[in-house]
């Protein structure tokens, strides 16, 4: 019974938690807020002591990817669901282009298609695994791109669309990419990410790096006078986070455990330091696998396998699902795939704040189980 295999604890990783989000956070940041939960928890947060971690929150993300002169962290509330929403109402002038290659993807551009006061946007798109790329086309006024698509561990690189029309915006999803890959924030016009993934927080906020251009941008829409839903006021939003708070009430302790986060990975070294982390569980994870007689990286082209997550396919006799699950019960967590996708396959996060040792550990647990199943 493949629910009774019982992996040695000598061999299991330190820390389990392998999801992609939610992802692993630090027990040193939960620490950080358990010694803050008397002073910082419930308090109000038009206060000073939460506006300081508002503020501590932005400068962490503009010195951890070295904003660019002029851009500007700007936040909100609802995670990066609600940027969508957000960038529908107050980005997109007229009509977007989408690269299409993951869930991920495809929602942000069906959000922009079922807007009735918007054009119908292109969208390239191509099969899980591969990538869809951005290309050149006159009216566009917004490409939108996702640097990691989490849903199939496809990554490309971040990159201005050659030929667009000028002041056309290039809005990046970074919100598993951003924090675990290498990015010239320069080459976008909204970088925007939320804290569950790879900068190991909680969910329920959204974040954004915005050029000026972008800023601009929000004010110009705003101003034509088209209908914006207060929540999704994007200018709210840049006017709000300039003060150290958000339109409506933040989750505190997401907001608290970010910031340490970041104060910690600045720490390190930044972005290279936390790059460089990431390629390391990626090299472990996708070296394993070439070598593994039954396991196989999913995306086949080398270039486009993700630093920050993995999928891993496994061959028809073994059972990926029985799998993640006795991994399960041996405390090593949210291995499963993507369940739109549908693969017989595992995806393990490679965020900073998973150690590559671990991930090493997790491919020895796997060997352990697979001929055990
Ligand atoms: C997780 C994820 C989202 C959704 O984020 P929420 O904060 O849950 O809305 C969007 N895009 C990508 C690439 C993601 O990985």
Redesign the pocket.
Known sequence: MADGIRIPDELKPVDGRFG??PSKVRPEGAEALAAVSRTYLGTSHRQRTVKDQVARLRRGVAEFFSAPDGYEVILSNG????FWDTAAFGLVRDKAQFAEFGE?GA?FAKAVADAPFLAEPTVHRAPGGQAAFLRAEAGVDVYAS?H???STGVAVPVRRVAGADPGALLLT?A???GGSLDVDVSETDVYYL?P??ALGSD?GI?LALMSPAAIERAFEVKGTGRYIPQFLDLVTAIEQSRLEQTYNTPALATVFLAAEQLDWMNAQGGLAWAAKRSAESAAALYGWADRSDYATPFVTDPALRSNAVATIDFADGVDAAALAKVLRANDIVDTEPYRKLGRNQLRIALYPTVDPSDVEALTTCIDYVVPRL
Request: hydrophobic fraction near 25%; proline fraction near 0%.
């Open positions: 992609s989000g995670g990066t669901s609600a991920f929602k996702v990691n698509e989490t999803d919100t598993s990419g939320a569950q993934k969910g959204w």
